[in-house]
């Protein structure tokens, strides 16, 4: 398996990262061991996790990812495996997290607190990557950078990144860590796929330019890009069916956003692509994420080694430069299919 530098940090990582966010939730702990194995067994270093984890979010999940892969970390060196994980963020983003009783911020005092709750469930001295879940961009950045700063000096992180960033925040983050000689983000983990290319627009040129890795979440879509949804199919206990069948507004707009007519004709045409590459729907759709090079390491979730076995063949897999060309294609025919 391929592997790449984060930043321009010390840390190399497996070009494919395990995403946990089920972990507790649709995918029970024995199943989550087993997964983990078999990922380490395939080459992959590098586990993605959260303070909020499992989704969807509720209180009495809350946490239980972080502990599951605790547990299992035990039983491995703790050297032999890359662990990134993400303080919640602000309560003032378009998510209440049921952590802290709904009350939280990027200043010192929830940072410091999520961090040492982070360490405690994972059972470990140091979090290698540690990550804001969602920016404060009311914040400044002086407090937050400021923090993270002596948690790296003190040896409780290694680097840290964002998640869920912007354009102008990430360069905001950039100048005042510069301009106070704060420890910098080395990574970003945004939404992007085949039917989110948004971070194609300004913020993979920002990555090339500022050195900083993105780590792409979702690269199947929110799994529309296995075509499980396609010709109207709800498969029983998929996430969307799941949202649709219990009708939240929040939900609603998810499944909007995730399976309009876009997203859908887009992964319709990709089948195509597919077949003429010899590939499944969800190795090309990772495959693609992977050959980008402002990507270090593509996350990806499964709830069951079957679907683990399945997306781990990517690995391997490099698409033809007609395949790329075809993709552009369908994109310029279905622009921004996630708006």
């Not at 592997?3 to 989550?32: K, P």
């Not at 405690?120 to 804001?132: A, E, K, M, P, V």
């Not at 407090?143 to 102008?168: A, D, F, P, Q, Y």
């Not at 679907?307 to 990517?314: D, G, R, V």
């Amino acid at each position: 398996m391929k592997r790449n530098r984060l930043g321009y940090s010390g840390i190399v990582v497996s070009d494919m990262c395990l995403g946990t966010m089920t972990f507790g939730s649709s995918c029970d702990e024995a199943a989550a061991f087993r997964i983990m194995d078999g990922a380490v067994d395939a080459g992959i270093d590098f586990f993605d996790t959260a303070e909020i984890y499992p989704v969807p979010p509720k209180t009495e999940w809350v946490h239980e990812t972080e502990a599951i892969v605790g547990r299992w970390l035990k039983t491995k060196p703790r050297h032999s495996v890359i662990i990134a994980t993400k303080v919640v963020g602000s309560s003032h983003t378009w998510f209440i997290p049921p952590v802290r009783e709904g009350k939280t911020a990027l200043d010192r005092h929830h940072i410091r607190t999520a961090v040492e709750g982070s360490l405690q469930r994972l059972q470990t001295d140091y979090i290698d990557l540690y990550q804001t879940h969602w920016p404060d961009h009311g914040s400044g950045y002086e407090e937050m950078l400021g923090v993270m700063t002596e948690l790296v000096k003190e040896g409780k992180v290694r680097i840290i990144g964002s998640s869920n960033e912007s354009e102008w925040g990430t360069m905001k983050a950039q100048a005042v860590a510069e301009q106070n000689g704060y420890t910098r983000y080395q990574t970003i983990q945004n939404n992007f796929s085949i039917n989110n290319r948004r971070f194609e627009d300004a913020l993979a040129d920002i990555c090339r330019r500022e050195k900083i890795s993105l780590l792409p979440f979702s690269p199947l879509g929110g799994g529309v890009l296995t075509g499980k949804y396609n010709d109207g199919k709800r498969p029983t206990g998929a996430r969307f069916t799941q949202y649709i069948e219990q009708g939240d507004g929040r939900q609603k707009d998810m499944v909007q956003r995730f399976m309009n007519e876009k997203c859908l004709a887009t992964t319709a045409d990709l089948a195509a692509v597919a077949e003429n590459e010899g590939v499944t729907l969800p190795q090309l759709a990772i495959a693609w994420s992977k050959q980008h090079d402002f990507v270090a390491s593509t996350i990806f979730g499964v709830n069951t080694i079957e679907q683990l076995e399945e997306n781990l063949q990517a690995a391997d897999i490099n698409l033809s430069q007609d395949a790329l060309s075809e993709i552009d294609q369908i994109s310029t025919r279905y622009p921004y299919p996630m708006g």
